[in-house]
């Protein structure tokens, strides 16, 4: 009877003077939330019903490690239940022991609280531990789309787990199960391709970051995050000066259309893969006729993450904001407070990030606890929330373990994972054109390699490397695409970038173009100055095409007319335009995506070590303005269809 009275007091102050406790003394009975013999809900409901509002809503708040690195007591004064490192946002000493000192310490803040709840410390580990300089850095998931092979997937994952864990970090942002639909939008190479059907079956990438159900507690195991929920890969936004861009955008298809291209990949994400979080895209959804009606903020439709979410699907995780991204919904910030809250988002990414913004959590916290105060969001939406959250917290064993364990610290950025780097970029290539069956190269050939992404490790790797944006000169261990030629090669290796070496008779030629790195709407295709809606970053952007650069072009020409056969492989997070007449003078064209760290993986499959087996993840438009190109499209007419990809013995 005490128990059904003190849960439906649950919420009220007096349940928690009652029951507002301390740690049983040394040799009393551990409080049922503290004794892990407990079924999970019978330790949450214990825990919410001691817990006071303040206690609530700080574990429905994340803040960004630089908000709190200088003085962690932050977190335990505002009872902060996450923190996060955003994209390049890495401790001082960037190593594995530096990050699972830092995540302790922090650790160690959150469990000076009262109730001594532990702390969720989140990174996007999008293709690896990528922030951490000595993960192993995978080929981003656009390559692991065009392997087909969702085990080799799940074995990435699985690395990139343990070398999350190990480390400190708990919780990945990954995997996106965003489906590509506009190779403009900056984000295509985070999806794994264009049809939902190949998208999903790469949610093995689940199964390899939480393990099974009942695993999450292990050293090698994280919390998942499926994202962006939902249709960001289906965006434009018309800017309103005849502009566009993708990213962030406002859905461009019908609901019909949504439900197969948006809202299918969710489905087996929450029934098959048990997926523990979802993070909501910072798009919107319109579904009146023109698309120009009432565009709703993903972060703000209940009817999506409500309705459809939690309650068709039956999700049981909890719901994370993406960056500051309820600021985008209209009106005064407790209005997009309370429209988020409400429409069922559960933990909220508000960094501050000083200098970049005057407020972030810290206005947040104060926002909803006035919302609940005055009734515009209810106990019940916090309890549901919390609960969420607690629940995903005891699965991951963080009550007993809540300090990082170490077990397999030593393994982070091993041989054995380069090899499964190596293998991964190798079955990542794309083989599009091979006259006269020049591919595999011989060993024996004398070589001559030219292009900006040859000796790269910065491009190879991609956005999402080191930094937020990756970069040219963001060195990673591991090796370059001439690295892997020069070890692969017996005759003469000459390298020259922009091909202004002379050209040894007989040489066989490779020329490696490409993007350099970006992420986000930094890599959209057209569209204005800046990335995203004005009204929260206005943050100017590189202009990007989809085409090669002049230096590139001037290689493949210079290359291509001096050299016995001519290779280009074309590094980039999508497809890139090949104007006809530059075609015809190639013998053998590979889309070699972003590899990664372990660029000796493309000279695998360029001189035969292993065969080219990779396919199409997206189409391979002839020209930008084909874009948006899909394969199932009317009067579809590619360079290279979706799926297509010769195969070598
Ligand atoms: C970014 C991305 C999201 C990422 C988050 C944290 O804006 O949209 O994919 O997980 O912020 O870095």
Same mark, same amino acid.
């Given at each position: 009877m005490i128990r059904a009275v003190l849960a439906t007091l649950a919420g009220s102050a007096l349940a928690v003077t009652l029951l507002q406790p301390t740690s049983p003394a040394a040799g009393d009975e551990p409080l049922p939330y503290q004794d892990p013999t407990q079924p999970t809900d019978v330790r949450v409901a214990d825990l919410l019903g001691r817990m006071t509002l303040a206690e609530k809503i700080g574990q429905m708040t994340q803040a960004e490690r630089v908000d709190i690195? %200088?003085? &962690?007591?932050l977190i335990t004064e505002n009872r902060l239940g996450s923190v996060l490192s955003g994209g390049g946002s890495v401790p001082a000493d960037n190593t594995p022991e530096g990050w699972a000192d830092m995540v302790d310490r922090y650790q160690e803040a959150a469990l %000076? !609280? &009262?109730?001594?709840i532990p702390l969720l410390y989140g990174v996007d580990s999008v293709h690896g531990h990528s922030n951490l300089l000595g993960a192993t850095v995978f080929p981003h998931n656009i390559g692991l789309g065009a392997t087909r092979d969702p085990a080799l997937v799940e074995e990435i994952a699985h690395i990139t787990a343990m070398e999350t864990r190990a480390t400190g970090p708990q919780w990945a942002f990954a995997p996106c199960v965003c489906v590509a639909r506009d190779d403009r939008w900056g984000r295509t190479y985070e999806s794994f391709g264009e049809t939902p059907r190949l998208v999903i079956s790469m949610e093995t990438a689940i199964d390899g970051l939480q393990g099974k159900p009942g695993q999450l507690d292990r050293p090698d195991r994280v919390l998942a995050s499926a994202k962006h929920f939902a249709g960001d890969g289906l965006t434009a936004w018309d800017t309103g000066e005849g502009d566009y861009t993708v990213d962030q955008g406002i859905s461009q298809v019908s609901r019909e259309e949504f439900e197969k291209l948006a809202l299918s990949p969710y489905v087996p994400a929450v029934k098959e893969h048990h997926v523990g979080s979802i993070m909501p895209s910072f798009s919107s959804v319109d579904w009146t006729e023109d698309g120009l009606g009432n565009p709703v903020k993903m972060h703000a439709s209940e009817e999506l993450i409500t309705g459809w979410l939690k309650g068709e699907q039956e999700f049981e995780g909890f719901v994370i904001s993406d960056? *500051? %991204? @309820? *600021?985008? @919904? &209209?009106? !005064?910030y407790a209005e997009k407070v309370e429209a988020s809250v409400n429409a069922g988002v559960d933990m909220f990414m508000e960094p501050i990030q000083a200098p970049n913004n005057p407020t972030g959590w810290d206005e947040f916290i104060p926002t909803l606890t006035q919302l609940v105060e005055d009734g515009d969001v209810s106990m019940a939406r916090i309890d549901d929330a919390v609960s969420r959250i607690l629940t995903a917290k005891f699965e991951l064993g963080l009550f007993e373990n809540p300090m990082t364990d170490r077990t397999h610290l030593g393994k982070v950025g091993s041989k054995a994972h380069h090899q499964v780097a190596r293998r991964a970029a190798a079955q990542s290539q794309v083989l599009l054109r091979n006259k006269q069956g020049t591919l595999p190269l011989k060993a024996k050939q004398d070589v001559y390699v030219a292009g900006s992404n040859a000796d790269n490790i910065g491009n190879q790797a991609g956005g999402w490397t080191l930094t937020w944006q990756g970069g040219s000169t963001n060195v990673i261990p591991g090796t370059t695409i001439l690295d892997g030629i020069e070890k692969a090669a017996n005759g003469d290796v000459v390298f020259s970038e922009k091909a202004t070496k002379q050209v040894p008779r007989k040489s066989v030629g490779v020329v490696v173009v490409g993007e350099t790195p970006y992420a986000e709407g930094f890599g959209d295709v057209g569209g204005p100055q800046w990335a995203y809606d004005p009204g929260d970053n206005g943050v100017p952007r590189p202009e990007q095409t989809m085409e090669l650069s002049d230096a590139d072009t001037k290689a493949v020409e210079k290359v291509c007319a001096r050299t016995v056969s001519c290779t280009v492989l074309v590094v980039s997070g999508r497809p890139m335009v090949i104007p006809p007449a530059l075609l015809r003078q190639t013998d053998a064209l590979v889309a070699s995506w972003l590899p990664g760290s372990e660029g000796a993986g493309v000279a695998d499959v360029l001189y035969g070590r292993r065969p080219f087996t990779g396919k199409l993840p997206v189409t391979w438009p002839r020209t930008v303005d084909q874009e948006p190109i899909n394969v199932g499209d009317a009067d579809y007419d590619p360079l290279y269809p979706y799926g297509f990809g010769l195969r070598t013995r």
């Amino acid at each position: 009877m005490i128990r059904a009275v003190l849960a439906t007091l649950a919420g009220s102050a007096l349940a928690v003077t009652l029951l507002q406790p301390t740690s049983p003394a040394a040799g009393d009975e551990p409080l049922p939330y503290q004794d892990p013999t407990q079924p999970t809900d019978v330790r949450v409901a214990d825990l919410l019903g001691r817990m006071t509002l303040a206690e609530k809503i700080g574990q429905m708040t994340q803040a960004e490690r630089v908000d709190i690195d %200088a003085d &962690p007591s932050l977190i335990t004064e505002n009872r902060l239940g996450s923190v996060l490192s955003g994209g390049g946002s890495v401790p001082a000493d960037n190593t594995p022991e530096g990050w699972a000192d830092m995540v302790d310490r922090y650790q160690e803040a959150a469990l %000076a !609280t &009262p109730l001594g709840i532990p702390l969720l410390y989140g990174v996007d580990s999008v293709h690896g531990h990528s922030n951490l300089l000595g993960a192993t850095v995978f080929p981003h998931n656009i390559g692991l789309g065009a392997t087909r092979d969702p085990a080799l997937v799940e074995e990435i994952a699985h690395i990139t787990a343990m070398e999350t864990r190990a480390t400190g970090p708990q919780w990945a942002f990954a995997p996106c199960v965003c489906v590509a639909r506009d190779d403009r939008w900056g984000r295509t190479y985070e999806s794994f391709g264009e049809t939902p059907r190949l998208v999903i079956s790469m949610e093995t990438a689940i199964d390899g970051l939480q393990g099974k159900p009942g695993q999450l507690d292990r050293p090698d195991r994280v919390l998942a995050s499926a994202k962006h929920f939902a249709g960001d890969g289906l965006t434009a936004w018309d800017t309103g000066e005849g502009d566009y861009t993708v990213d962030q955008g406002i859905s461009q298809v019908s609901r019909e259309e949504f439900e197969k291209l948006a809202l299918s990949p969710y489905v087996p994400a929450v029934k098959e893969h048990h997926v523990g979080s979802i993070m909501p895209s910072f798009s919107s959804v319109d579904w009146t006729e023109d698309g120009l009606g009432n565009p709703v903020k993903m972060h703000a439709s209940e009817e999506l993450i409500t309705g459809w979410l939690k309650g068709e699907q039956e999700f049981e995780g909890f719901v994370i904001s993406d960056w *500051r %991204a @309820i *600021r985008q @919904i &209209p009106g !005064t910030y407790a209005e997009k407070v309370e429209a988020s809250v409400n429409a069922g988002v559960d933990m909220f990414m508000e960094p501050i990030q000083a200098p970049n913004n005057p407020t972030g959590w810290d206005e947040f916290i104060p926002t909803l606890t006035q919302l609940v105060e005055d009734g515009d969001v209810s106990m019940a939406r916090i309890d549901d929330a919390v609960s969420r959250i607690l629940t995903a917290k005891f699965e991951l064993g963080l009550f007993e373990n809540p300090m990082t364990d170490r077990t397999h610290l030593g393994k982070v950025g091993s041989k054995a994972h380069h090899q499964v780097a190596r293998r991964a970029a190798a079955q990542s290539q794309v083989l599009l054109r091979n006259k006269q069956g020049t591919l595999p190269l011989k060993a024996k050939q004398d070589v001559y390699v030219a292009g900006s992404n040859a000796d790269n490790i910065g491009n190879q790797a991609g956005g999402w490397t080191l930094t937020w944006q990756g970069g040219s000169t963001n060195v990673i261990p591991g090796t370059t695409i001439l690295d892997g030629i020069e070890k692969a090669a017996n005759g003469d290796v000459v390298f020259s970038e922009k091909a202004t070496k002379q050209v040894p008779r007989k040489s066989v030629g490779v020329v490696v173009v490409g993007e350099t790195p970006y992420a986000e709407g930094f890599g959209d295709v057209g569209g204005p100055q800046w990335a995203y809606d004005p009204g929260d970053n206005g943050v100017p952007r590189p202009e990007q095409t989809m085409e090669l650069s002049d230096a590139d072009t001037k290689a493949v020409e210079k290359v291509c007319a001096r050299t016995v056969s001519c290779t280009v492989l074309v590094v980039s997070g999508r497809p890139m335009v090949i104007p006809p007449a530059l075609l015809r003078q190639t013998d053998a064209l590979v889309a070699s995506w972003l590899p990664g760290s372990e660029g000796a993986g493309v000279a695998d499959v360029l001189y035969g070590r292993r065969p080219f087996t990779g396919k199409l993840p997206v189409t391979w438009p002839r020209t930008v303005d084909q874009e948006p190109i899909n394969v199932g499209d009317a009067d579809y007419d590619p360079l290279y269809p979706y799926g297509f990809g010769l195969r070598t013995r």
